[in-house]
């Protein structure tokens, strides 16, 4: 009997197998999954496994394993869980080929032609699955990013960019990329840069602060830096950072009134009557 034959005949019990050692070791995700959903996906991939020993086409098993491995790295499985899935359905395919045959030379000789499919599918997938949490690690890097880095149009032609935590060279740069897409956005004429949550600014922060205002200028856009405390003004002092050209206020609300005045507006009341 080939070894296509033996494992065509035997594929469903050889799913069911594997399925039950799955749920013995209790790996992870897969203990959340209906033993229905769990049998479905074994069965699918002794299945593709099967068919390419038929083929004789190592990568078509490699390359269904790669999808394996991205849909899996989606669903939040840790990658080790996943490897000992593979390996569970691997030692059913070699249980099934010792049980239904009594000659070790053929044992043997094909093990060695399961393992060495197998192993080439187990390295295909690693990749698939890394890049893929790669590629979601950059993703919500880069939310993130966003996030902490909001750049907020509160009046027409001003900006307020609230900076909270530590600034270091990377996310000074998105600081600086995020206010400058606001400036031509939305034509801001002035920026106002709140350092009230920045606990420290060092020679590093205070530089890449005074390259940011400068480049805004350079957009026609003037910044207002407000929020700076007793402590930090005392830390720049100290550090010899010439802080002398910039625009500063206290705080928020005195940036948002001298912003106003730059461009010749004020806030009035409606009200009339006493309520």
Known sequence: MSLVTLLSENELQIAENAVSMIEQRNIGKYASLA??????????TVGMFVYSIESGKDSDF?????????E??????????VQIAVSMIREAILDCLEK?????????????????VVDKARL???????QTREEIIARQKLALQEL?????????????????GAIDTARSQDILQNLLQGIVKEQAKIAILDVTGVPVIDTNVGYHLLKTVQAANLLGCTCIVVGIGPV????????????????????????LEY???????????????DV
């Open 35 to 44: 033993r229905d959903q769990l049998m479905e996906q074994t069965r699918k």
């Open 62 to 70: 490699s390359d269904f394993m790669m999808e394996v491995g991205r």
């Open 72 to 81: 899996r790295a989606l669903m939040g499985f840790q990658f080790k869980d």
């Open 100 to 116: 239904t045959s009594d000659e070790k030379e053929e044992i043997l000789r094909r093990s060695r032609i399961i393992m060495k």
């Open 124 to 130: 295909a997938l690693g990749e698939a699955f890394l």
């Open 148 to 164: 902490s880095t909001p750049v907020i149009p509160v009046f027409d032609y001003i900006l307020v960019v609230p900076l909270i």
């Open 232 to 255: 930090v003004a005392q830390t720049i002092v100290n550090l010899g950072l010439d802080f002398g050209k910039l625009v500063t206020r206290h705080n928020l609300r005195q940036g």
């Open 259 to 273: 912003a106003l005045k730059l461009l010749h507006l004020e806030i009035r009341s409606t009200r009339t009557t």
